[in-house]
């Protein structure tokens, strides 16, 4: 028999070409090592609240041909405390009963990615939504029925700032605007929670009353102490809370000379998860490598190799809230907003409240309004703690109103300052351009509830 | 004869199982022998909802709001630190096992909804709701097709049991209605059960 030695090298040439193929995408398909390279297997550009994570595949794809609900799964997996919180009003549940089914043909809306298509980059708006804008067509069309005053406005004006949110009213509600009707621009209180994380720990055990100094330190001896860190430590928040050297730098008996974002987390365990929650922190949420500012897909000052943790804010030892607060923000931040802060009134409140001149709590920080202090309740206990999640009070910026604005402005004064977004670039600078008409609307219902005058299809 | 006994065997075992379907297939769902009827489940499963729903309207919402004048109860009541309202605390109850995976489900609606979505919207609801008000102390039972599955439907009158009930409907500005009494019925709860 002849052999075609020609054809055999071609042969030859394709089985190794396709072992090699094989291995490299099997290799990027199958491995569980975080530094392998899956991007091959992304199906178009991943939305901006999700790229930092996008390769990590199994984060939202939990399993090899998972359905949609396995897939809404991992939705909720990170986002339904979140949820929770706003009480969505949307909820899957109104979706669920029998006598809706009619609508579900019209938009599942029990499932997350009816509206938010991951990796559809072209047909993507803000907050990652892949409908039309005016998509509350679908299932409002006869809102002008018993709400006349709607007749007039497109569909693609519901979500406008300070009208309607799909998931979060709790600021827009029409008996909340009636409530707040009639707040000033400017309260006659304002002033931010306080800060009470001392007294929680000082609950849990007495030590954290005492005031430590370089005296104390309970350093091995074999470990030479630098003067500088110690100087640093004895001026923080730590030091003057009873936590000592070994409180972060001793694990099962040995001394750790880079302590670990868990030490951290150990103690400031609501603080840490909703770090694992935002964009600075989400990829060591699932286990990834920690974001270096290079990542980032907006404009920052000295886009270098450093990476985000706790103590990049938060420089170690000497623990400075307000450097975290406004100096770490503005390291990296230079978007208009940004770099108008230095010339605001909110920073100008700042000044006035460090120089004494007003209440503690009265400044107001790049974190006042970003990462805001929130209540926060566990076993009866109430804290107020620092939300490390900034995306919280951002997606939409109505989400603001409450857990910030309202401390020291009027609502509509709030939601009329976060509808303008040139206002937002020059930091407050003035007065906002538009008018919220939804107060006007509001006003007129509550007339005409006092004057027995609405009916089934009045305003 | 081995082969004979098998034949005979395989007929009397594809006729039992066709007698089988064809019995299940003439009885109504709701009268399958042997078990508990769409019926019997719907009506203990309203036992129970409206037992928690009188005694929270009469014993904790019109004791504390109109007899003791300690407490308001109200709409936003997280924001006013205030009681959830009766209708509020039932649906709170009915969007919980729509979360699970109960098999069944419940809502409150009426003819003269304060929130429009609770008005009727399918026929069965429609004829459900006109029937227990035309019909005092009655219920309505029928089964309907919705999303491509069939349920068994029940409507039930609920009916005011304490002045809070009356006073907080006939005042509120979305009200069709304000001129209801106590006793009256104001509206329904229907459960569904997936037949």
Known sequence: MKINTKKTVWWFVWIVLSLMLSGYYGNALLSTDISTDKSVYLSGKTTDGHYQIELKCDSCHTEAFAGKELLQKACLNCHKDELKKVEDSHPKSKFTDPRNADILEILDARYCVTCHIEHRSEKTRLMGVTMPEDYCFLCHQDVGKNRPSHKELGFETCDDAGCHNYHDNKALYEDFLVKHMDDKSMLEIMALPQRNLKEHFVRQDEKYSQTLSADNIDMPPEISANKAIVHEWEKSTHAKSGVNCSACHVSKGEWIFKPTISVCKSCHEPESKSFFASKHGMRLGVELPAMKVSDARIDLKNPDKKILTCNTCHTDHSYNTEKAAIDACLGCHQDEHSKAFRKSKHFAAYQAAKYNKAENNTGLTCASCHMPRLEHRELGEKRILVDHNQSNTLRPNEKMVRAVCLNCHGLKFSLEALADSKLIKNNFNGSSRFENEGFAMAKKREELKRLGLIKDDDD | ?195
């Open chain 2, 1 to 195: 004869m081995n082969n004979m006994h098998r034949n005979g065997l395989q007929t009397t075992l594809a006729a039992s199982v066709l007698g089988l379907t064809l019995s299940a297939c003439t009885e109504k769902p709701s009268e399958i022998a042997g078990g508990i009827t769409p019926q019997k489940m719907s009506d203990a499963i309203h036992a129970v909802l409206v037992a928690d729903r009188t005694v929270y309207t009469k014993e904790v919402v019109n004791r504390l709001v109109k007899d003791e004048k300690v407490i308001k109860a109200s709409e936003e009541w997280k924001d006013d630190k205030a009681l959830p309202l009766p209708a509020q605390m039932f649906r709170y109850g009915s969007e919980l096992v729509a979360e699970g995976d109960a098999n069944f489900s419940y809502s409150l609606l009426s003819l003269w909804p304060i929130n429009k979505q609770n008005k009727a919207k399918t026929e069965a609801e429609k004829t459900g709701l006109q029937y227990i008000f035309d019909n005092p102390g009655e219920n309505f039972y029928v089964e309907e097709e919705l999303g491509g599955t069939n349920y068994f439907t029940a409507v039930y009158p609920d009916i005011a049991v304490a002045p809070v009930c009356v006073t907080c409907h006939n005042d509120h500005k979305d009200t069709p209605k304000s001129d209801f009494k106590i006793g009256d019925v104001m509206g329904g709860v229907v459960i569904r059960i997936p037949i």
